[in-house]
């Protein structure tokens, strides 16, 4: 069965919900079990608030292009964010600083874009 480019990106954005909130469980459960749970627990905290949004998002995706565009913004921000903390707490450091200033900026823009799509009056 062929899939439009909806039905695509819904099962993506649900996909990637999914793995938020696989990595945002073992993240808190590390952040509970090491001795330094801040960046385990600021990873938690990304992964775990965004991955409900982003399921709800995906499963609404064809009713919007503007979802679509807020679900694009905050999928692949909050997957920025948390490979950069990712990073900082396998390795000790990030090799790309800058993704996380990036993700963070990325999911404040998905997170406006949902509020402007709420003033944006649907067609039917």
Known sequence: ????????????????????????????????????????????????????????????????????????LIGLGALLFSADLGAVHFLGASPMRFLAPVGGTLLIAGWIVIAVCALIPRRS
């Open 1 to 72: 069965m062929p899939m439009n480019g909806q039905n695509w990106f819904a099962r993506l954005t649900i996909f990637v919900a999914g793995i938020l909130g696989a990595g945002g469980v073992a993240s808190a459960a590390g952040a509970a079990h090491t001795g330094d749970p801040q960046i385990l627990g600021a990873l938690a905290l990304i992964a775990l608030t965004q991955a409900p949004a982003l399921l709800a998002l995906g499963l609404h995706a064809g009713r919007s292009q503007t979802l679509r565009i807020a679900a694009g």
